[in-house]
């Protein structure tokens, strides 16, 4: 079955512009995450969307922001971008409603210049 | 909060070798425990898992055991192949607090032929 999908695999984007990041899980799965990996500060959480409703956020500022759609896609968006920005975007889907083993996609690497 | 400590990288052993990569963890509840792994340019691959006291996670020659008197789960191979080579992360999930997982800095695995 196919795995979980994230679009683009890159991206470059301008200091103060801001971006959306797609990612589409397992066929069946609710539950998506979505993970910041950056060499300094490791892997991150960012927040979690499970059945269109976010359930858990971690310590990001407001500008990143997500939602999941009735198919359970999900998309992140960073607005105002900031060099910091830079990372490598990993989502992860999950049949469960807990951390029981899931489904990273590739990523999305996000250059900011 | 909830964290984990990996030993720090990079390790390189010769093939054949054998691998230990210590983890412990601080968590204020009963935790599931992973190990995924990380090849250059790919997501996440969820190796193994334990998800109560005492439990082995195993997956391709590599195990693994929930100790929750000594809060580790230390990752194990008997002998390791230059096609291991690639980064190892330890990480928790709360099983109160759905899917967020919480990773290690990661270790970076070199196998030499």
């Known amino acids: 079955k196919a795995g979980v999908t994230q679009t683009p695999r890159y991206l470059i984007k301008t200091r103060g512009q801001q971006v959306t990041l797609s990612c589409s899980p397992i066929?069946?799965?609710?539950?998506v995450s979505w993970y910041q990996q950056t060499p300094g500060q490791g892997l991150q959480f960012l927040f979690e969307y499970f059945s269109e409703t976010q359930r858990n956020k971690g310590n990001f500022p407001g500008r990143f922001s997500g939602r999941q759609f009735s198919n359970s896609r999900s998309e992140m968006n960073v607005s105002t971008l900031e060099l910091g920005d830079s990372a490598l975007y990993l989502c992860?889907?999950?049949?469960?409603?807990?951390?029981?083993?899931?489904?990273f996609g590739s990523g999305t690497r996000l250059t900011v210049v | 909060g909830d964290s984990v400590t990996q030993m720090e990288g990079p390790v390189t052993l010769s093939e054949e070798a054998f691998l230990t990569i210590n983890c412990t963890y601080t968590a204020t509840g009963y935790p599931s425990l992973f190990w995924y792994v990380q090849y250059p340019g790919e997501g996440l691959q969820l190796l193994l898992k334990a998800t109560k006291a005492d439990d082995k996670g195993s997956n391709k020659g590599f195990e693994a055991t929930y100790r929750k008197e000594t809060t580790s789960f230390h990752l194990e191979k008997g002998s390791v192949q230059v096609s291991d080579s690639a980064v190892y992360f330890c990480a928790l999930s709360d099983n109160n607090q759905g899917g967020k997982l919480i990773f290690g800095q990661g270790t970076e695995l070199s196998v030499k032929p």
């Open positions: 066929s069946g799965h609710r539950s």
């Open positions: 992860a889907s999950s049949g469960t409603a807990g951390g029981y083993g899931y489904t």
